[in-house]
Antibody, heavy 122, light 113 residues
Framework: QITLKESGPTLVKPTQTLTLTCTFSGFSLSNSGVGVGWVRQPPGKALEWLALISWNDDIRYSPSLKSRVTITKDTSKNQVVLTLTNMDPVDTATYYC??????????????WGQGTLVTVSS | DIVMTQSPDSLAVSLGERATINCKSSQSVLYSSNNKNYLTWYQQKPGQPPKLLIYWASTRESGVPDRFTGSGSATDFTLTISSLQAEDVAVYYCQQYYTYPITFGQGTRLEIK
């Protein structure tokens, strides 16, 4: 049974760096083809893909955030960490992590965490 | 980036009736070497994460009721709910994974008439 859970601060100040952790179970990021990614959703708005890290350390970023975002993995801890620098109120959103199945041949998510709402405000 | 445009933005359908949601991509998401369309559909209910319904444009995820059907190819896709149930009230998103950055449609809100 695959589960994912996001954790991190619920409130950050403008210009600060956000660090979110996705802790997962039921799969290993060392398994061929597997990936974990991040998607965010501002309140009442659509989904926006942020980043993906794969089993072989291949990393993809959204070009719109590429200068601010970093994704890393700790396979031994079953964790993926997302950092987003220079936070702004427009970054207020629910942040989700998701499991990319090995059969995806691309990137979609078949399992998602419940999400964590991050508010950016002074 | 591939732009995904859904229509309509919102839709009200009577219980038991058919619901149809459209998704158009700004370029083809059909990969010629394997003849697969790199297109998924998700369902999102209030306060919940998205749920995968359909991948490869027409393959139903395990456990998804067969009243949900995905169709289309290249740039034009459709999600059809054959007989609307109360639990189908949600926002539906299409997403392309043909190329990075992966991109989502703006969502279609489905309600009961």
């Amino acid at each position: 049974q695959i589960t994912l859970k996001e954790s991190g601060p619920t409130l950050v100040k403008p210009t600060q760096t956000l660090t979110l952790t996705c802790t997962f179970s039921g799969f290993s990021l060392s398994n061929s083809g597997v990936g974990v990614g991040w998607v965010r959703q501002p309140p009442g708005k659509a989904l926006e893909w942020l980043a993906l890290i794969s089993w072989n350390d291949d990393i993809r970023y959204s070009p719109s955030l590429k200068s601010r975002v970093t994704i890393t993995k700790d396979t031994s801890k079953n964790q993926v960490v997302l950092t987003l620098t220079n936070m702004d109120p427009v970054d207020t959103a629910t942040y989700y992590c998701g499991h990319r199945p090995p059969t995806a041949s691309g990137c979609y998510f078949d399992y998602w965490g419940q999400g964590t709402l991050v508010t950016v405000s002074s | 980036d591939i732009v995904m445009t859904q229509s309509p933005d919102s839709l009200a359908v009577s219980l038991g009736e058919r619901a149809t949601i459209n998704c158009k991509s700004s370029q083809s998401v059909l990969y010629s070497s394997n003849n697969k369309n790199y297109l998924t559909w998700y369902q999102q209910k209030p306060g919940q994460p998205p749920k995968l319904l359909i991948y490869w444009a027409s393959t139903r995820e395990s456990g998804v009721p067969d009243r949900f059907t995905g169709s289309g190819s290249a740039t034009d896709f459709t999600l059809t709910i054959s007989s609307l149930q109360a639990e189908d009230v949600a926002v539906y998103y299409c997403q392309q994974y043909y190329t990075y950055p992966i991109t989502f449609g703006q969502g279609t809100r489905l309600e009961i008439k």
